[in-house]
């Protein structure tokens, strides 16, 4: 079996059993999963996420169908995106809908064509979206950035947007990614976090427990060759995690906003103010804390030193009074 087959082997298997269904949405939350795919990878993905939530799923078609051959496909899809104009599609019709996922492969750095034609063509006044894509090691780029900016101009609300590389996603994986998501609550809680040069990624909610509020990842490199994982963490006002260390060390470029920053080494001094630009260099094994300034939004790039070996060992919260006692001068 090769492997586009094994695909949609798996899609349905997905369909026939429906064994990781997430929690269900309520009464009134209808959900459309709606895709453009080429390869099979984006396919899979959407028949996983039906699998996971059920309603109905929609799969998006150009009107002229692309050429069998994939760099022949993304070729013309690059003359369709540098002529900025909209990608006729085939004739569909859209169920009543109240959330929209929205799939699309990574090609030249954002979505593909057909899905920026289908996103401008359904309303999504008063909708809540929640976009997803694959990529061949590309990671997420434009693609997030393309469809909020289009979303939000109708009157949509989104969810941070999720990246999965093309044939590796499995259905637990995107399982526990359903489940995560908060799909009854407002999603205007989300308005107000800042929307910088790097994706905002998803609630950090493996380590919630260990931040003293909202944070959000995006792990922004996937290429294990590379050994060099980076991600942009976003803080909301006055989150901090707590004191920890990672055996080895770590690495931060703060990007925008302003935090805070302090090692255990230095508890009887001012800790430090951070402001984008600044690169904060942490030893092995030093106990150390960082987040956000009270009142502040705050991002930077966390750089994983040493992978292979490193790991990071949670301690005690950070005390108010500590926090609060950093100040408004930087220290050099």
Same mark, same amino acid.
């Given at each position: 079996m090769n492997r586009r087959d094994?695909?949609? &082997?798996?899609?349905?298997?997905? &369909?026939? $059993?429906?064994?990781?269904?997430?929690a269900p949405t309520s009464a009134q939350q209808r959900v459309l999963v709606a895709y453009f795919s080429l390869s099979g990878n984006t396919r899979a993905v959407a028949?996983?996420?039906?699998? $996971?939530?059920?309603g109905n799923l929609l799969e998006i078609r150009p009107a002229e169908s692309y050429p069998a051959e994939y760099q022949a496909a993304v070729d013309r899809s690059r003359d369709e995106l540098h002529a900025g104009e909209r990608v006729p599609l085939a004739p569909f019709d859209v169920p009543p809908f109240d959330?929209?996922?929205? !799939?699309?492969?990574? +090609? %030249?750095?954002t979505i593909a064509p057909p899905v920026e034609t289908f996103l401008r063509t359904v309303s999504l006044k008063g909708k809540l979206v929640v976009p997803f894509f694959t990529h061949g090691g590309g990671g997420m780029q434009r693609c997030e950035s393309t469809v909020r900016a289009i979303g939000e101009a109708a009157g949509a609300r989104l969810l941070p947007a /999720?990246?999965?590389?093309?044939?590796?996603?499995?259905? $637990?994986?995107i399982a526990d990614w359903v489940k995560s998501l908060d799909l009854g609550a407002d999603p205007l809680a989300f308005a107000d976090v800042p929307r910088g040069t790097f994706p905002l990624g998803q609630p950090n909610v493996a380590n919630a427990k %260990?931040?003293? !509020? /909202?944070? %959000? *990842?995006? =792990?922004?490199?996937?290429? &294990?060759?590379?050994?060099? =994982?980076?991600?942009?963490?976003?803080?909301?006002?006055?989150? /901090?995690?707590? +004191? #920890? /260390?990672?055996? !080895?060390?770590q690495l931060l470029i703060c990007v925008s906003g302003e935090g805070r920053y302090q090692e255990r080494a230095s508890y009887a001094r001012p800790g430090r103010v951070l402001l984008p630009g600044?690169? *904060? @260099?942490?030893?092995?094994? *030093? @106990?150390? +804390?960082? !987040?956000? &300034?009270?009142?502040? +939004?705050?991002? #930077?790039?966390?750089?994983?030193?040493?992978? @292979?070996?490193?790991?990071?060992? %949670?301690?005690? =919260? *950070?005390?108010? $009074?500590?926090?609060?006692?950093?100040?408004?001068?930087?220290?050099?």
């Open positions: 094994f695909l949609f &082997a798996s899609l349905a298997t997905v &369909a026939a $059993a429906g064994t990781l269904r997430a028949g996983f996420i039906h699998g $996971a939530i059920g959330i929209l996922f929205i !799939g699309s492969p990574n +090609w %030249w750095g /999720r990246t999965f590389p093309g044939g590796s996603a499995t259905e $637990a994986e %260990w931040f003293s !509020g /909202r944070s %959000w *990842v995006a =792990p922004l490199t996937g290429m &294990a060759a590379l050994n060099c =994982p980076i991600a942009n963490v976003t803080f909301e006002p006055g989150c /901090r995690n707590n +004191w #920890h /260390r990672h055996s !080895g060390g600044d690169i *904060v @260099e942490i030893a092995p094994g *030093v @106990e150390h +804390w960082h !987040g956000a &300034a009270p009142g502040k +939004w705050f991002q #930077h790039l966390a750089i994983s030193t040493n992978p @292979e070996t490193n790991k990071t060992d %949670w301690l005690e =919260p *950070v005390e108010e $009074a500590l926090y609060c006692s950093i100040g408004a001068k930087r220290e050099v």
